[in-house]
């Protein structure tokens, strides 16, 4: 259990020394004058994000690199960044206790962790970026920059069990990062909507096994509105930079929630006075959309895949069979049908197609995923009607009592990114309606809806009465969060975890051991290895469970091009 708190501790001042280097190279902040050190850390995870994704166009993620660049933040740190030391070294603890909390005695993300997130991660570690990959598995072509970060944090001092802390880390910062806020700022407004995302955190978003690739992005997600939500009134060239960097880390986390990347665009439309160009910034973001971009290309070819409109399929890697699940229309319809209850169809099984030619999935999908959606969401809102009626009843009765001039044009940004998240929930519900895929979208909807129904009655309330208020609710909370996981950590103890606390990587088994995978051979030549018991997982790579699901071993082809490998159908 020391070991996890050490190797998070160490995380933490890593991507905060990254964060302070790229916030003060690239995005011309200084964080001398910034009093929330906490927004440095996710900065630092956008920015290690990218030198990872940029990297492994060339080389493999592998424990030297990783090393190197460990080492080398930490050097800056120290060397150049000393007045920051401290402090790091300070905020760093809440941090890995909080990521420790989550961690230990606990399971990664079920089934897809096993699925694709750890096989992929597994395939950074030991290859460089391989051509036509989603061949080979479908899910492979809409990974999330997510594996990129946990791949690079793979080095000499963490081993693997480096990949596992990221996701828990970005968590950390961001619920002491809100907690900060509510503590520390002024705005009323933007106090009590911090609020409801940290009530969504502590009731919901509270177990490191739930949090798979979606966690990380509707943090992102909640983030950058609470960053523009804070700079509003005052935006300058430096705020565009930092919005336009989450909107976009948002995109490489999860396509669905591009909704984000139109954030900054709303705020220039009401801030006309504010000039975009920043050369340093615009080239930043330049680069790190044209690597994902031609990743994804590379990977699957399609931009984003499996959107099928930004498919390339003169490319020899694209798959242009329909009938194979590396097909790109094909990976479209089965996410869309599963997402609406496929798969719980009883009787007179329809397929893809059919099943989603009208609506009449509606009445399964609200039995089951729809069921389960609302299930997820009624403590949240039980917990917004609970604070609103509390600020109701300790609002002064003074309906006549002026309001800040400001407070009609800051009232409108609310109002657009109120339309903005619903016009994502209405997309999920439409597209793809499972829970964990759009909860950013409702989340926010309802968060804002919330303050804007209680909007002049948080007004009439003295600011540090406000903070008295919701801080009690923090601390239920927060009381919510570490009961739940102790109540976890004590029931796995005692089920014979006892071997290892970490959550467990190579194998659904309790002892954790690597799979003995089986090598697929191409003219006497290992070109992957399917798995023979399950799922992939954290084991040889490249590998892959979908060979006779997705594809037979006589359809794949492999050769290597410009010292790259290629994986690719003839059909």
């Not at 705005?187 to 739930?210: G, W």
């Not at 007004?459 to 601390?475: C, E």
């Not at 009961?483 to 606390?501: A, E, F, V």
Request: net charge positive; aromatic share 20%; with cysteine.
């Amino acid at each position: 259990m020391l070991e996890i708190f050490l190797y998070s501790y160490l995380t933490s001042i890593y991507f905060l020394s990254t964060g302070i280097f790229f916030s003060t190279t690239i995005l011309n902040l200084n964080p001398i004058l910034k009093k929330n050190f906490l927004q440095y850390g996710l900065y630092g995870v956008i920015f290690i994000s990218f030198i990872a994704l940029f990297i492994n166009f060339f080389f493999e993620l592998n424990k030297n690199i990783n090393t190197i660049i460990f080492g080398f933040f930490f050097i800056y740190l120290f060397l150049v960044q000393q007045k920051f030391v401290k402090k790091i070294l300070i905020i760093s603890i809440p941090v890995a206790i909080i990521c420790s909390l989550l961690l230990i005695f606990e399971t990664t993300y079920r089934p897809d962790a096993g699925l694709y997130h750890l096989p992929y991660t597994n395939i950074l570690n030991n290859e460089k970026i391989i051509i036509g990959l989603s061949n080979i598995h479908f899910r492979y072509g809409h990974t999330s920059i997510i594996q990129y970060l946990s791949a690079i944090n793979n080095n000499w001092l963490f081993n693997d069990k480096g990949i596992i802390i990221p996701s828990a880390i970005i968590f950390s910062y961001f619920l002491l990062y809100l907690i900060h806020e509510i503590k520390n700022e002024n705005n009323k407004i933007f106090i009590f909507f911090n609020f409801t995302i940290v009530a969504f955190l502590c009731l919901k978003l509270n177990r490191y096994s739930d949090f798979g690739n979606d966690a990380p992005a509707h943090i992102f997600y909640f983030f950058l509105m609470s960053i523009a939500f804070k700079n509003f009134e005052k935006f300058t060239k430096k705020n565009m930079g930092e919005v336009l960097t989450v909107g976009a880390y948002i995109v490489f986390n999860k396509i669905t929630l591009f909704l984000g990347s139109l954030i900054p665009l709303i705020i220039l439309i009401f801030k006309k006075n504010i000039k975009l160009f920043n050369p340093k910034i615009i080239f930043f973001l330049m680069l790190f959309v044209f690597s994902f971009f031609i990743k994804n290309l590379l990977v699957s070819g399609c931009f984003a895949f499996p959107i099928e409109k930004t498919c390339v399929t003169k490319v020899f890697w694209y798959d242009l069979n329909g009938n194979r699940g590396s097909n790109a229309k094909m990976t479209m319809l089965e996410n869309e049908a599963w997402t609406k209850g496929w798969s719980d169809q009883k009787e007179n099984r329809k397929n893809f197609e059919e099943y989603l030619s009208n609506l009449d999935w509606v009445t399964l999908w609200s039995k089951n995923h729809g069921k389960r959606a609302l299930i997820k969401i009624i403590p949240f809102l039980l917990s917004l009607i609970i604070i609103s009626l509390v600020i109701f009843q300790f609002s002064p009765n003074k309906e006549n009592t002026k309001l800040p001039n400001n407070n009609f044009s800051y009232k409108k940004i609310f109002f657009a990114f109120l339309i903005i998240n619903i016009i994502g929930s209405i997309m999920w519900f439409f597209k793809f309606p499972v829970f964990r895929y759009g909860s950013s979208y409702l989340v926010s909807a309802l968060g804002i809806f919330t303050t804007i129904i209680c909007w002049n009655k948080i007004q009439l309330i003295d600011v540090l009465k406000l903070k008295k208020i919701l801080g009690y609710f923090i601390i239920f909370l927060l009381v919510v969060l570490i009961s739940k996981n102790s109540l976890r950590i004590i029931k796995n103890y005692d089920q014979d975890y006892k071997d290892s606390p970490w959550p467990k990587i190579y194998s659904e088994t309790k002892s954790n051991e690597k799979n003995r995978n089986k090598p697929i051979y191409k003219d006497n030549i290992i070109i992957f290895y399917q798995s023979t018991e399950g799922l992939c997982y954290y084991n040889t790579s490249p590998c892959t469970h979908m060979l006779n699901s997705q594809f037979n071993e006589e359809e794949i082809f492999f050769k290597s091009k410009w010292n790259y490998k290629i994986f690719y159908f003839l059909k």
